[in-house]
């Protein structure tokens, strides 16, 4: 049997990587992608499944994501089927040999140097903190570009395995403590898009919600793609109350009165987690 | 009596500044602030007033603003008073004497660029499209920098008052129509910050929505700034939804429902458009 392929936001060494390993294990075939879009157009029968970040628990929503959970394919051809919570751990990975003391540069996603600014002024207050496009690139540009050779990256520990020649400094140097993936609650979740039938700006979001009867653990609201001014399409993320009777049942029995409120409505996704 | 001072993102000639003469006219004195928290943090008594950014109609929400409406200084000392809904019309300017057919280059915001494309393929297809910080910085590039002398800049039309030797060679360039302020609908607003006592992941934000019982036009949502996973901060805009009854008490009553359902709320300010 062929391995499973997984399209992920890459490159190697991605947070987004490493939740996609956690989900689906060693033996899938992992497909990075360049960017979120890439990773929804390069979905296919031999590439079923991807994994797109939709948030961090710092800087909120992934815009990107959500922009894309917009398109008229997601709902028809493509579901939301399942949610990993990741604890970001960054580690601070620098050329073997290379001790904390002669780093002279830091490299790092923006998000991620913000994260550990405490461990930065305290341990490294001298050296010059650098943007990269990601994570993943830091680590790969203190691994093979020789004016970065005594340079650190924060990023994954993944990336240590991605390139051999690094070292893990430190651990776990960010401002707040990783995840504990039980906090985040388990049950059953569906997504739901929402949008008015005429997406006036005064259109009341309360009508659909307050017969939608079940738990609303999130709402994002993004511009709409038909372009009328302030039309906006909403993504509802709800929770089973109380399990027992069948969620799918439940779910498409809100939708229906959503809609008999006036309101369009999709199902993206229906998991358990 | 002194000018009244307005803080507004910068630089001259940003759509934001346009907005904030559209509210405060001539006469008042406008102050450039380079970053959204830097209009919030020069709020004083000689500067009251600062104008930022809020959503545009295609990209969305503006994420830093909402940022700098968690602090707990707003809905305190600072309060939103008031909105300004501006038709963005691109225009595309050149300096005096410069053709549509001699331009080389085409200077913008990455975003405006982008919302111009339909006009850039048909009428500049081989022109290079160059990113700049903000509109306002392409038009002074163009303006200033011998290196752009025969570029154009897709800007605000108040770009012209601000840089004299430019002129316009196509207005309204954008792909969408500019919006009519009339269809954002008319009557009293405000805006509610509400956030979970304990702020789970399975906090039912029903719960607090559903004993509103006012219009919800908006609601948006980033990390809290407790540190917790998933701890979220959601700003509800409500709206009248007939007058007649005092609005100010309205909203006070609502605010007091939601704290009863045991959600923390406050209000950030409350205005009529």
Redesign the interface.
Known sequence: MPAIGVAYLGPVGTYTHQAAHQKFGPSAKYVGQDTIKDVFNSLSPTIPFGVVPQ?N?????V?ETYDQLRHSNVGKGLFVVGEVTLGVQHCLLARKGIPLSEIKDVLSHEQALGQCQGFLSKHLPSARQMKMPSTAAAAEAIATSEEYATSAAICSKICTTVFPELDVLEESIQ??NG??TD???L?NRALIRIQHSDG???????LP??V????????????SLC?N??E?M?FIEV?Q?SEGSKWGDEVSDAMQRVMKAGWKACLLGIWHC
Chains 1, 2 share one sequence.
Do not use: C, Q
């Open positions: 948030e628990t710092i800087f909120g929503s815009i401002a707040m995840i504990d906090s985040s609650g049950g006036a700006r005064t259109s009341d979001l309360l919600l307050s939608i009867d079940l738990g609303v653990s999130r709402i994002d609201r993004r511009p372009g001014p302030f906006d909403f929770f109350r």
